[in-house]
Nanobody, 124 residues
Framework: EVQLVESGGGLVQAGGSLRLSCAASGFTFDDYAIGWFRQAPGKKREGVSC????????HYADSVKGRFTISSDNAKNTVYLQMNDLKLEDTAVYYCAVANKANTAIEEHEYAYWGQGTQVTVSS
């Protein structure tokens, strides 16, 4: 059974940092890309970042480039999202998801399994 468990969310002041973790199980970690998505209240879910199964390829949404960094620890079957210089507009529930292929973009239809999400709230 595929399982994705996010952690690391919380309340942080604008300009601060958080690191999200996505612990994965139930599939061969190296064979599938993993992505981070977020959904703010009243808005559609949007792609934030993704990383290939090998960890060699990453993609970022324009809104987070230069501030967020995605990485993976294949020995721990875990993907991380380091979020720096957080802004009010980063407030959302953040989800990780596993794609149906080893390397893909951060497009929702490419992702088959989803975690339960972790709340990130940025305050002024």
């Amino acid at each position: 059974e595929v399982q994705l468990v996010e952690s690391g969310g919380g309340l942080v002041q604008a300009g601060g940092s958080l690191r999200l973790s996505c612990a994965a199980s139930g599939f061969t970690f190296d064979d599938y890309a993993i992505g981070w998505f977020r959904q703010a209240p009243g808005k559609k879910r949007e792609g934030v970042s993704c990383i290939s199964g090998s960890g060699s390829t990453t993609h970022y949404a324009d809104s987070v480039k230069g501030r967020f960094t995605i990485s993976s620890d294949n020995a721990k079957n875990t993907v991380y999202l380091q979020m720096n210089d957080l802004k009010l507009e980063d407030t959302a529930v953040y989800y990780c998801a596993v794609a149906n292929k080893a390397n893909t973009a951060i497009e929702e239809h490419e992702y088959a399994y989803w975690g339960q999400g972790t709340q990130v709230t940025v305050s002024s």
